[in-house]
């Protein structure tokens, strides 16, 4: 994308920042930003969203401490997956509070041994084998076909995909009705809707 932007658009100064979107969410809304990509679109505020992109979600895991019985790359139920302990991002951000809703479709609870805020740091666990995840196979390209992680996409029984899905919406803060200054409104001599006696 940022090549992209500099080729086409060399009048346009791009900064990017990478954060988790409860982080996110909370810069769109103050301004702070002029545009976020998030993975929920709830609690928004003055700012205007649209869909980019829907993605399955998997349960990841090393190859050598898998705690399900299904292989990798089968479909794994939610109750399974919630079962495990559970590394996910804090429960400000996008992916844990649709991780948790598709749990309460469910009617089960998640085993969350450890929240970060950080998806460094919970790839970082990943990698010895100390934790499973839930996360998107683009959050670890980089691992997974080097063999380092497994992963399986997650079944809901009672939800009306079969597959877990999470979708991206491009954010942007609404601009603001500016007030009009009390000077700058007429003084002239306004008719009233009746004649005066």
Same mark, same amino acid.
């Given at each position: 994308?940022?090549?992209?932007?500099?080729?086409?658009?060399?009048?346009?100064?791009?900064? +990017?920042?990478?954060?988790? +979107?409860?982080?996110?969410?909370?810069?769109?809304?103050?301004?702070?930003?002029?545009?976020?990509?998030?993975?929920?679109?709830?609690?928004?505020?003055?700012? !205007?969203?649209?869909?980019?992109?829907?993605?399955?979600?998997?349960?990841?895991?090393?190859?050598?401490?898998?705690?399900?019985? +299904?292989?990798?790359?089968?479909?794994?139920?939610?109750?399974?997956?919630?079962? +495990?302990?559970?590394?996910?991002?804090?429960?400000?951000?996008?992916?844990?509070?649709?991780?948790?809703?598709?749990?309460?479709?469910?009617? #089960?609870?998640?085993? #969350?041994? =450890? !929240? =970060?805020?950080?998806?460094?740091? #919970?790839?970082?666990?990943?990698?010895?084998?100390?934790?499973?995840?839930?996360?998107?196979?683009?959050?670890?390209?980089?691992?997974?076909?080097?063999?380092?992680?497994?992963?399986?996409? #997650?079944?809901?029984?009672?939800?009306?995909?079969?597959?877990?899905?999470?979708?991206?919406?491009? !954010?942007?803060?609404?601009?603001?009705?500016?007030?009009?200054?009390?000077?700058?409104?007429?003084?002239?001599?306004?008719?009233?809707?009746?004649?005066?006696?």
């Amino acid at each position: 994308m940022a090549e992209t932007v500099r080729l086409e658009m060399p009048e346009v100064q791009l900064s +990017t920042t990478e954060a988790m +979107t409860g982080h996110l969410r909370e810069w769109i809304m103050k301004g702070e930003v002029d545009l976020a990509l998030l993975c929920d679109n709830a609690s928004f505020g003055d700012c !205007a969203s649209s869909l980019l992109v829907t993605e399955d979600l998997r349960f990841y895991s090393t190859d050598e401490d898998r705690p399900l019985s +299904t292989p990798p790359e089968e479909p794994a139920d939610l109750t399974d997956v919630a079962a +495990t302990d559970l590394v996910l991002p804090s429960e400000k951000d996008g992916l844990c509070i649709f991780i948790e809703r598709a749990a309460r479709a469910e009617l #089960i609870g998640l085993n #969350i041994s =450890i !929240a =970060i805020g950080s998806m460094t740091q #919970i790839k970082a666990l990943m990698a010895p084998g100390s934790c499973y995840t839930v996360l998107s196979p683009a959050a670890v390209h980089a691992m997974a076909p080097a063999g380092t992680l497994v992963g399986a996409p #997650i079944r809901c029984r009672e939800v009306v995909a079969d597959l877990v899905k999470r979708k991206f919406w491009l !954010a942007e803060l609404l601009p603001r009705e500016q007030p009009v200054p009390i000077c700058s409104l007429p003084t002239d001599y306004w008719p009233c809707s009746r004649e005066a006696p």
